[in-house]
């Protein structure tokens, strides 16, 4: 496997290209994508001229590399397919090479050619290849074709269609027509029908895209300023080739995975069957392909740092993990847990490539683990609904589409096992329906969010993209923006209008006058943060001639440009490029933000050494054997109010923890540290720093800017291994600090909760927003110890209120904690009270009942309302208090007792020595009304609920005791 790997990158590194590192297949700053799908996709910030130039990625002209793909979820899913054939995959590599602006088609094809016909010594004679037709939209690739007629013969270069021969990377985005290559694994023939027919006998192994066009949000098409190229040739089905087996899946790169699925579940080996052939074995190929691809999948993912949860690409994992080991449960018969003992044979066989799954082996066995214990239980629940849903159903009839979008969206059941479940019944599943309430389901989602990104900016596309760029750098010839002031604390500083953006639709502009409406300024250069790296923007102002203002309502860079966009002030005069300006970010609000961004760093520190602190080799090992190595930040994200972190970690903090972590962040406020920066060449050392923290996956550009809180930095990169540096906050990070960490004022840590499977989020406060926490904190802890010294129904009351108050408080999340074990502690007292006072309750009832007993044979019925809440355990108390006293009295008791505010009414009844059924008593009694309960004969309980009646509490009370006395 490797020698294929490295003979491309090194055919491609001979002619000019630069090897570049695989990126995470989870990615890390684009939205539009659930995984990495295609080798481009790490360089859309070159394709929509975007990318930071202080990024070395900004200098590439040429690159190759293999880069790990999931294609599971989104435009391009393979997920449904997988096992049905041998040669689909959601996890795969894509050997490619890319040109950004440099060569274009005809040395793109000839690449190709060279590289399968020399290096990989493919025979030319069972080569196809096709070019796009043309559309509406696009014209015919008569330039593909015309140069492929230079090596192969008009019968074997074919045009296709655009489902075929038109590359998208999403519903937007870099795109352009495509020329795929095509390999005839028989030979000897001339088979262009065969060509996309879907079969593995002729199979695509290499797809050659020239992007020229970029999709818009309306679908429209507009021209890239740059052509590029970029080429996708699958590794799997190369080795196949090469190793001259008929599938993907009978190289070696999966044959030492089924040998270990086959140990681990005892099943026969694997044959290669498909279809019918496979069904008489209850498929068990199909379980095979299904088992080991999506191991890779799940192992590769989450070592990249993606984690099964309910939503987004976490949602993808956790159908496919579930997917892999119903296939092994039902179909090979496996134990559960076998799924995380393939892990590390699947370490062992990749993990000389890619080093990330030999690192985080422990943590991927740890999450595989425990996702397959879990879904045994949903696996067992949603076997139990699929079987309420189908047992009213009729054989050859179909299964409810809504059903079917039940089991997938809320039971985590994958739509293809209720189609196999419900073929086993003899029922059938509309596919396309089921296809349409889930597209309905994602249009909603992307309705929702061009409308909030329309209406933020008052109803116009703001957006930018390489057409906006590269009129800004080849049209204009404008520089980049010189934003070096944005970390200055002045408002002395002005700025020249150098272009403005009124919007996609009417570009840009020389003047404009309109106020109230959204534009975008680029200016020379500017003192305002634009949104990164988890810091919000700032806001401001801009001045400009007599009386003019501009209000600064949002600032975003794109491609080296900073974008100001905002609107005029009402009688402002019109605004025009070159007009100078002088700038005002809010310094206040930015201080806030600061406060937040710096206090974020030092929170981050706080968790390390609190949580898994480098130098506890006790804490490290006991973390380890849970699958964490370190706490690794996942996210953050501060503005003027908050600060919200998230990192990894298995489980949720104690009281002690989060009073420690806060204790160090007070601590580093209340000791006024400075706080250094300084901008350091990624090889002069700062990687060597033992304590410094960055986030995993993350590429810095170089020089990089690092934040250290409390050390020197030129000290830190001298001694760098020094333990003494952990106790001190070192970061890379572009974002606006405080200079002390005094300035802060204080912290309180409000809350910590978990988002997703091992990462936990932690939102806190600064400044005079944690210090109104912190009275607010005192307050109620000076009330709730007050609460301490109350007794009987005060202290009832009490309890309720404050425990009410303390959950709605923001307060520190550790004395939250406390308070709330106070208020609990105070319940133990209260329970001597509550059952001093039901017993006297009791027997003043039973002492009630005694007054209204008539002597004699005849049977006596009473029917008494005394409100006591809904409590079952009382009421019983009651009716055997009453039948004790009265045990040889013929007797018929019913006792109600109404809830005003939860709009329910409690009913039970005895019969003592009547023989009277006080289950239909009090049926009859509630008739018409939503009532669940139950009993004996002689003693029964049931509760009315009218929360979605109309009828009112008394009305029925009133109605019941009726009913209760003439029955």
Not at 675 to 684: A, I, K, R, Y
Not at 774 to 794: M, Q
């Amino acid at each position: 496997m490797s020698k294929t790997r490295n003979a491309f990158v090194d055919f491609f590194k001979e002619n000019g290209h630069t090897h570049w590192p695989s990126a995470p297949c989870v990615p890390l700053d684009d939205p539009t994508l659930l995984f990495i799908n295609a080798g481009m996709n790490q360089y859309k910030p070159l394709f929509l001229g975007t990318c930071d130039p202080n990024n070395a990625m900004s200098q590439l002209k040429r690159a190759a590399n293999t880069q790990k793909c999931i294609r599971a979820g989104g435009k391009h899913n393979d997920l449904e397919d997988v096992g049905k054939d041998v040669y689909h995959h959601t996890f795969f590599e894509m050997l490619g090479n890319w040109s950004f602006g440099d060569y274009f088609k005809e040395q793109a094809i000839e690449f190709a050619w060279r590289c399968l016909t020399e290096v990989y010594g493919l025979d030319p004679s069972r080569m196809y290849a096709t070019f796009f037709e043309g559309n509406d939209q696009a014209p015919r690739d008569v330039e593909a074709q015309q140069i492929w007629l230079k090596y192969l013969p008009s019968e074997r270069v074919i045009p296709c269609c655009a489902k075929d021969n038109f590359w998208e990377m999403g519903a937007t985005g870099p795109c352009g027509p495509c020329t795929e290559i095509h390999y005839d694994r028989i030979g000897n023939r001339v088979v262009p029908e065969l060509v996309n027919a879907d079969l593995p006998d002729l199979i695509e192994i290499w797809n050659v895209v020239f992007i020229q066009y970029n999709r818009e949000n309306d679908g429209s098409l507009r021209n890239l300023p740059d052509q590029h190229v970029d080429t996708g040739m699958g590794f799997e089905r190369l080795v196949s080739i090469l190793q001259n087996v008929p599938s993907n899946y009978d190289t070696d790169v999966f044959q030492v995975l089924f040998e270990k699925v086959q140990q681990v579940t005892n099943a026969a080996p694997y044959t290669g069957l498909v279809g019918e052939e496979d069904a008489k074995n209850n498929f068990r190929d199909m379980a095979y392909r299904v088992i080991v691809d999506h191991l890779r999948t799940l192992s590769f993912s989450i070592a990249d740092g993606a984690l099964p949860s309910n939503e987004g690409r976490g949602y993808v994992l956790r159908r496919i993990l579930r997917r892999a080991v119903r296939y092994g449960r039902q179909n090979l018969g496996a134990e559960l847990g076998f799924f995380s003992q393939l892990v590390g044979t699947l370490v062992d066989h990749m993990g000389d490539v890619f080093p990330e799954l030999v690192q985080n082996q422990e943590h991927i066995v740890s999450v595989i683990r425990e996702e397959e214990t879990s879904f045994s239980k949903t696996l067992d629940r949603g076997l139990a609904k699929f079987s309420e849903l189908a047992a009213d159903l009729k054989a050859g009839t179909k299964f409810p589409s809504d059903a079917v979008h039940l089991l997938y969206t809320t039971h985590g059941f994958p739509i293809d096992l209720t189609e196999l479940m419900a073929e086993e019944h003899n029922l059938s599943v509309d596919t396309a329906e089921v296809e349409k309430l889930m597209e309905a389901e994602r249009q909603l989602s992307r309705d929702a969010r061009d409308a909030k990104l329309a209406e933020a900016m008052g109803g116009k596309d703001m957006s930018v993209t390489a057409e906006q760029t590269s009129y800004l750098s080849t049209d204009l010839g404008l520089a980049l923006t010189n934003d070096d002031s944005k970390y200055l604390w002045s408002s002395d500083v002005t700025g020249v209008v150098k272009a403005i953006y009124a919007g996609r639709q009417e570009g840009f502009v020389d003047s404009f006058g309109t106020a109230g409406e959204t534009i975008g300024l680029v200016l020379d250069t500017t003192c305002f943060y634009a949104e990164a790296g988890g810091q919000v923007y700032d806001t401001g102002s801009m001045t400009y001639g007599n009386g003019g203002a501009f209000t600064v309502s949002s600032v975003q860079t794109y491609g080296g440009y900073t974008l100001h966009l905002g609107t005029l002030s009402e009688g402002a005069p019109a605004l025009s490029v070159d007009t100078t300006l002088s700038l005002l970010p809010d310094y206040s609000r930015r201080a806030s933000i600061a406060a937040n961004h710096t206090l974020t760093h030092v929170l981050n520190l706080s968790l390390r050494n609190v949580l898994c602190d480098p130098r506890n080799e006790a804490q490290v090992e006991k973390l380890t054997k849970q699958g964490v190595s370190d706490i690794k930040q996942k996210g953050s994200f501060v503005d003027e109010t908050k600060l919200r972190f998230d990192f990894t970690f298995p489980s949720s903090l104690s009281e002690k923890q989060l009073a420690k972590v806060e204790e160090i962040c007070k601590a580093n406020i209340v000791n006024d540290l400075p706080v250094f920066t300084s901008v350091v060449g990624l090889n002069d050392g700062i990687m060597d720093v033992g304590a410094l923290r960055a986030v995993f996956g993350e590429v810095y550009p170089d020089p990089v800017r690092v934040v250290s809180v409390g050390a020197d930095i030129t000290e830190v990169m001298a001694n760098p291994q020094e333990a003494k540096w952990y106790d001190y906050s070192v970061e890379f990070c572009g974002g606006t600090h405080l200079k002390h960490t005094g300035e802060a004022g204080s912290f309180v840590l409000l809350g910590e909760e978990g988002i997703a499977k091992g990462v936990r989020r932690i939102t806190a406060v600064t400044g005079q927003i944690a210090k109104d926490c912190e009275a607010r904190g005192e307050k109620l802890k000076s009330e709730v110890t007050e609460c301490g010294s109350l007794e009987g129904s005060e202290l009832d009351q009490g309890i309720k209120d404050l425990t009410n108050a303390v959950n709605q408080a923001d307060i520190s999340a550790s004395l939250k904690i406390q308070l709330r074990e106070m208020l609990q502690s105070y319940s133990k007292k209260l329970v001597a009270f509550k059952k001093a006072q039901e017993k006297e309750l009791a027997s003043a009832i039973t002492m009630e009942v005694e007054g209204l007993v008539t002597a004699g044979d005849n049977a006596t019925t009473i029917v008494l309302r005394r409100d006591f809440g809904i409590n079952g355990k009382l009421a019983k108390q009651v009716l055997t208090s009453v039948g004790k006293k009265f045990k040889t009295a013929n007797l018929n008791f019913m006792l109600l007792s109404a809830d005003a505010d939860d709009q329910k009414v409690f009913v039970a009844a005895t019969s003592l020595n009547t023989g009277k059924d006080c289950n239909a008593w009090i049926k009859s009694c509630t008739e018409g009304l939503q009532c669940r309960g139950g009993g004996k004969k002689d003693s029964s309980q049931y509760t009315v609920d009218l929360s979605g009646s109309s009828s009112s509490v008394e009305d029925v009370c009133s109605d019941i005791i009726a009913k209760g006395n003439a029955n």
